[in-house]
Nanobody, 116 residues
Framework: QVQTVESGGGLVQPGGSLRLSCAAS????????MGWYRQAPGKECELVAA????????KYADSVKGRFTISRDNAKNALYLQMNNLKPEDTAVYYC?????????WGQGTQVTVSS
């Protein structure tokens, strides 16, 4: 069964940092481009960052460039997102999925709240 389990979210003050983790199972993780997505209240789901199967190339949404870093460990079927200098507008539920997405295989996500 395809499964992704996100963790690492929490409440952080503006300017703070968080590191999100995603544990994947049920598919050949190392064969796919993976991404982090987020959905804020009242907004569409947004691709935040993506990384190629071997980690050789990455891309980021303009809003997070220079602040977020995506990485992966294929030996552990794990995807990570290091988030620095967080801003209130980063508040959202964060999910990991393939790029392009598997629409039927969203995990529960992890909540990131940036607030004073």
């Amino acid at each position: 069964q395809v499964q992704t389990v996100e963790s690492g979210g929490g409440l952080v003050q503006p300017g703070g940092s968080l590191r999100l983790s995603c544990a994947a199972s049920g598919f050949d993780f190392s064969s796919f481009v993976m991404g982090w997505y987020r959905q804020a209240p009242g907004k569409e789901c947004e691709l935040v960052a993506a990384i190629t199967s071997l980690g050789s190339s990455t891309k980021y949404a303009d809003s997070v460039k220079g602040r977020f870093t995506i990485s992966r460990d294929n030996a552990k079927n794990a995807l990570y997102l290091q988030m620095n200098n967080l801003k209130p507008e980063d508040t959202a539920v964060y999910y990991c999925n393939r790029d392009p997405v598997w629409r039927n295989y969203w995990g529960q996500g992890t909540q990131v709240t940036v607030s004073s």
